[in-house]
């Protein structure tokens, strides 16, 4: 007996010390069963006034929650937008029996958790608090008193806390995100201001009261230590004498992505990192058949440490703390985002890999391993919120809110089971769509600002969501574009000086598309008419392009053939013509007005528009320290009809018979730049009409 | 009415009697031979697992020229293993429908995961091999290093009132290595060699030094045997483990000073240096910040917020801590108020809980706060799983999850009085002011 014992003892011994002999690290344990997945139970019943009720029993903590939520449309709340915080806030700040410092009172002493918003109420406390809880909850549903006093503490709180969020990033972020991706007219696009709270009143709340707060649009959940019974009855006693009533509902326009990317930009001088954001609505519901399929397309993109974004930008570049991608389906309008926080340097490169991975979601199947590991981190996380109770009452409520099928949440893990990666392709085409994203930075403009342009049309935007030209400055009181263009003519030479030039030939070269040009200029004052003009341009000894004006008519000849112009034509060109055309902008019925000053490269200027008599606009920038022109801009047209703009930069002005002529000049038209430097200006060289005559 | 309250109070008793025995969390622990501490709580409820590891160790471990080195470290324990690759670990949790992370504090360095309770062993394989033989290699140290200072400039740096922590410890302590904060300085962090990591590696993450916890859908008997499998053989560390002895002497008179930050609301930080968490005085001030900040009836926030409409927030907050800490009051000023005008309002309310003893009723009010969150506290496996060890290591006894009331319930109101005059005077304190930085 003994012996057999002790080699039992022995053989049992041998097998432990062998196995963990045999111990193999390099092996990654499998995994057991899988375990069964059991959805909690919902137990549910409706009052008379409408108020459905789900009560979940858990018995393991002598705890209860309660939550009221009324499922109204979306509202949008326009001018007086704050009111909806300011009422779910003010609900707990007094009823027609209790003070807030009351309420407060009795809340803290339970010391339970009460909650107050637009769409309900929350309260939990201890199993022995859950009549007084109810009770307060009950008299904040019925009772509530909105009082001015407690507005207007309100209201400067939730001024405070607007300045508060003018110094977050990420609070700004998110605010121009979603006043772009939807629109301010839009409820989930629209933001409070200051001046919106200054509105909101006392009347807005009780009109929303009265309108919207009603028990036939709301659920209520129980769950924790409580059964059906006892649920019943507290239910009935507190919230039975809620009034139902008609509540209106809401439709709004279907938000739209842009056409093209555009780039947005908040500049926050003191940023030591870009919060980049790039979103965009989606048209997506839980309940939609691509539902599971784009879930698991964001995750395999940014859900997570494992996500591509987070893999690429964190993991292998070392350019960011985390880098994310989401997808939110919603009943009115779902949104996609992907988002990142790194170092200033980096902002572009940041948003070239971001791109990029958004496009390899479209551009190629994803791996096996991708799918498998996004699937079951979903299930996971599915798994592993069934741990809180208040999860099963969730799903029955959401079931209804969105419209899902009763099965939803029992198909759930087979319907993520499902996804293929053909499925994930399919899903990152329709919903995954860098070229069409708000791409939303806040961020130090002076350093990242240039590098955005590569990535859309950059608009500046204030922390009002505002665009604004971040060049523009306030002009000076008075002044007018008269005097902005008597200073420029005193500083090229003064009037009495220039008035008298009869002549000017003015001969450049430089380069385009990396051949040599030539341009010569020529004027000639003609009294009778209008100036006499003659330009030519050649290349490698060849005219490209000639333009004559004899004064009265102009003609053009070259490689886009000749061609003599019209009465409007040549009327255009007569002030281009005219040597110092700014002396004659009334008789030849221009007009002129001054428009902003703005920034060129940290240079102010004064913007000076010029219309002529055929409503022809051409921008003319005045240094206002030199009073010298430095830049004009024009916008054209190509004989497609693709509208362009042409803007000349002037510098290097250097005096010829005292008078500044800019000697360098910079014709920048779309993408190509004309670099011309002057090789020669005289002024009152002898010239022959003949020069100028149009056969 | 004596009687009704005799009645009352007995009908609490038996409430407060039920009550424990319906929220006891049981539990079993042991070491390992190698010193391994293993804590093991089952609840079959959901089929999910948490697995934790509590190593003691954070920034008050480390060299004053290597700050930020105990959290910098935490990054790397998620590279690889010998027998895992690089990348691997986050794969492997993820995919297993897992979701894993870590924290860093000055006083411990806490590793977490959820995972379906099937997949269990390969949670305490990843564990130990990361424990045993945790690889780490210079690209790994490089990326990290850019990683952990975008961390510092999204946590700190960037964020407004984000510098407040490294501010006030800076400033309250002169010899502590709480003088640093975990997240430390970029600058060491670029400095520390690989040589430096492996060495840290070797005398902290070591199984005499580390809590493993496991909360959930278990079998305890299993869960011994898997422990044992995986972890038995993991060699005891050979060398002492440093820990810091420095006692910072009193700050022995105020200090006061001004931060300007990208803000236009001031605010107004002040710190108490107070006692370690687990003495008598630390659980009254704990209370004495409930008092003072929990809940809108609580005295800071009904007299700034609510009467004077002074601050837009207001909070004092027990920085709890293993050494002797700081006790944190914090509060934003709202749109028009001086600092001065905030800490006038504070003061006030400190000098009345030192003058004052406070009223019964709002004693009683503290104590179910307290009830309340000791409840709440055990909520999910989660909180569990991170305050079993905690207890273990910090308090030396992981049962305080189920008697941590006691403690609290030994505190009287002259306890709350005397521990307002001995901590909340104005030479134990770090008085700041945050406030806008000048526009140019």
């Known amino acids: 007996m003994k012996i057999k014992y002790s080699s039992i003892f022995a053989i049992l011994m041998f097998t432990i010390v062998s196995m963990q002999a045999q111990l193999d690290r390099s092996i990654k344990p499998a995994p057991g069963p899988a375990p069964e997945i059991k959805l909690g139970e919902t137990q549910s019943f409706t009052l008379d006034n409408g108020l459905q009720v789900f ?12 939550y009221v939520y009324v499922d109204n449309d979306p509202i949008y709340e326009g001018e007086n937008v704050g009111y909806l915080e300011a009422f779910g806030d003010l609900l707990k700040t007094g009823t027609a029996n209790r003070s807030k410092s009351e309420i407060d009172e009795a809340v803290d002493f339970m010391g339970a958790t009460l909650s107050t918003f637009g769409s309900g109420i929350y309260g939990a406390s201890l199993k022995k608090h859950t009549n007084n809880l109810l009770e307060l909850m009950s008299d904040i549903l019925l009772n509530v008193d909105f009082k001015q006093e407690e507005l207007d503490k309100l209201r400067k709180q939730a001024i405070s806390g607007l300045t508060l969020a003018e110094d977050n990033p990420n609070a700004i972020a998110g605010k121009i995100a979603n006043a772009l991706t939807y629109g301010v007219d839009h409820p989930y696009g629209e933001f409070d201001t200051k001046e919106s709270w200054e509105r909101v009143s006392v009347t807005d709340c009780q009109n929303f009261y009265q309108t ?43 938000a739209k992505a842009p056409a093209q990317r555009k780039v947005a930009l908040v500049d926050r001088p003191t940023s030591v990192q870009s919060v980049i954001q790039m979103v965009y609505p989606i048209q997506l519901k839980q309940s939609d058949e691509d539902f599971f399929a784009a879930k698991v397309a964001v995750s395999i993109l940014g859900g997570g440490s494992t996500g591509r974004l987070f893999s690429n930008l964190r993991e292998d570049k070392g350019y960011t703390y985390g880098a994310y991608a989401s997808i939110d389906a919603d009943k009115l309008v779902g949104e996609f985002s992907a988002s990142a926080s790194v170092r200033n340097e980096v902002t572009d490169s940041s948003i070239v890999e971001m791109i990029k991975e958004l496009e390899g979601m479209r551009d190629e199947l994803v791996t096996e391993e991708e799918l498998r590991i996004a699937k079951n981190d979903m299930i996971g996380s599915f798994i592993r919120s069934l741990e809180s109770p208040q999860t099963i009452s969730n799903f029955a409520i959401n079931i209804i809110s969105n419209d899902l099928p009763s099965d939803f949440y029992t198909n759930y893990l087979k319907r993520i089971a499902a996804v293929t990666m053909e499925d994930v ?40 969501a505002q665009p604004y030209n971040p060049n523009k400055k306030e002009l000076p009181e008075g002044l007018t574009a008269d005097q902005v263009i008597a200073n420029y003519v005193s500083a090229i030479g003064g009037e009495n000086v220039i008035s008298k030039v009869k002549t000017i030939t003015q001969e450049f070269s430089g380069s385009f598309m990396g051949q040599d040009l030539n341009l010569t200029m020529k004027q000639l004052a003609n009294k009778k008419g209008g100036d006499m003009f003659l330009m030519k341009m050649s290349a490698q000894g060849a005219v490209i392009q000639k333009i004559v004006f004899d004064g009265t008519t102009g003609k053009q000849s070259g490689m886009m053939g000749e061609k003599t112009m019209d009465a409007q034509e040549s009327a255009e060109l007569r002030s281009s013509a005219t040597i110092f055309p700014e002396l004659k ?25 010029v219309t002529s008599p055929a409503d022809e606009v051409v921008s003319h920038y005045y240094s206002a320290e030199t009073g010298l022109r430095l830049q004009t801009v024009e916008a054209g047209e190509t004989p497609t009809g693709d509208t362009f703009t042409q803007k000349v930069v002037f510098s290097d002005y250097k005096e010829v018979s005292g008078i500044k002529f800019p000697h360098k000049r910079v014709t920048t038209v779309g993408p190509q730049v004309i670099d011309l430097t002057a090789k020669e200006i005289v002024v009152n060289a002898k010239l022959k009409k003949t020069e100028f005559q149009v056969e | 009415m004596r009687k009704i309250l005799i009645f ?3 009908f609490l008793l038996i409430g407060n009697l039920l009550f424990s025995q319906s929220a006891n ?26 697995i934790s590891v509590l190593y003691h160790v954070g920034s008050k471990n480390e060299d004053p020229k290597r700050t930020g080195f105990a959290h910098f470290f935490e990054h790397l324990m998620f590279e690889g293993s010998k027998n895992i690759e690089r990348g691997q670990i986050d794969k492997m949790i993820n995919g297993a429908g897992g979701y894993l992370n870590a924290f860093t504090s000055k006083d411990q360095t806490y590793y977490f995961m959820q995972l379906p309770s099937n997949y269990l062993e390969m949670g305490l394989w990843m564990e130990s091999e990361r424990l045993l033989h945790a690889k780490i290699n210079n690209e790994a140290v490089e990326t990290q290093r850019e990683v952990v200072k975008e961390e510092r400039r999204q946590r700190l740096d960037n964020r407004p009132y984000g510098s407040v922590l490294e501010e006030l410890y800076k400033r309250a302590y002169k010899e502590h290595p709480y003088r640093w904060q975990p997240i430390g300085s970029a600058q060491y962090i670029d400095q520390a060699s690989l040589e430096e990591f492996m060495d840290f590696y070797k005398t902290f993450y070591v199984p005499q030094n580390a809590t493993l916890t496991i909360t959930g859908d278990i079998d305890v008997e299993t869960s011994k045997a898997l422990i044992s499998k995986y972890f038995k053989d993991i060699p005891r560390g050979t060398s002492e483990i440093p820990r810091p002895t420095i006692v910072e002497p009193p700050l022995g008179e105020e200090v006061r000073d001004t931060v300007f930050d990208n803000i236009q609301l001031p605010g107004v930080i002040m710190g108490y240096r107070t006692p370690a968490q687990d003495t008598d005085d630390a659980y009254a001030l704990n209370m004495l910040s409930t008092l003072l900040s929990g809940g809108e009836s609580s005295r800071l926030y009904k007299k700034l917020v609510d009467e004077e ?9 027990p920085l709890s801590s293993e050494d002797p800490g700081v006790t944190l009051m914090f509060a934003i000023a709202s749109q028009g108020t001086e600092a001065h005008d905030m800490e006038a309002s504070i003061n006030e309310e400190i000098k009345k809980v030192q003058d004052e003893l406070i009223g019964e009723k709002e004693f009683q009010k503290l104590l179910n706060n307290v009830e309340n969150d000791f409840v709440s506290s055990k909520g999910s496996l989660s909180g569990i799983a991170q305050a079993l060890p905690e207890f273990h290591v910090f308090y030396g006894d992981a049962n305080l999850i189920n008697t941590e009331l006691d403690r609290y ?8 009085q005397r521990v307002a005059k001995k901590y909340l005077n104005r030479d134990n304190r770090v008085v700041l002011y945050y406030l806008p930085k000048k526009k140019n």
């Open chain 1, 55 to 66: 009560v979940v029993e858990n018995h393991k903590l002598p705890r209860v929650s309660f």
């Open chain 1, 212 to 254: 919207y707060f009603r028990p036939n649009k709301a659920y209520l959940s129980v769950v924790g230590d409580i059964n059906l019974e006892e649920a019943k009855k507290l239910v009935e006693q507190y919230f039975g004498e809620w009034k139902k009533g008609e509540v209106p509902s809401h439709t709004y326009d279907m």
């Open chain 1, 425 to 464: 392709q399919r899903a990152a085409k329709k919903f995954i769509r860098p070229d069409n994203a708000h791409l939303v930075v806040v961020g130090r403009a002076s350093e990242i600002g240039e590098k955005l342009e590569a990535f859309g049309k950059v608009t500046y935007y204030d922390l009002n």
């Open chain 1, 585 to 609: 902008y009334d008789d030849h019925g221009y007009t002129t007005k001054l428009i902003s000053m703005e920034a060129i490269d940290g240079e102010d200027v004064y913007v000076v528009e």
């Open chain 2, 8 to 10: 009352l109070s007995s």
């Open chain 2, 25 to 50: 969390i049981e539990f079993t622990e042991y070491d390992l031979d190698n010193g391994l501490h293993v804590i093991l709580h089952q609840d079959n409820t959901t089929p999910i697992v948490v």
């Open chain 2, 309 to 317: 409409e002074k601050a837009l927030q207001v909070f004092a907050f």
């Open chain 2, 409 to 416: 319930r030994k505190i009287t109101r002259e306890d709350l």
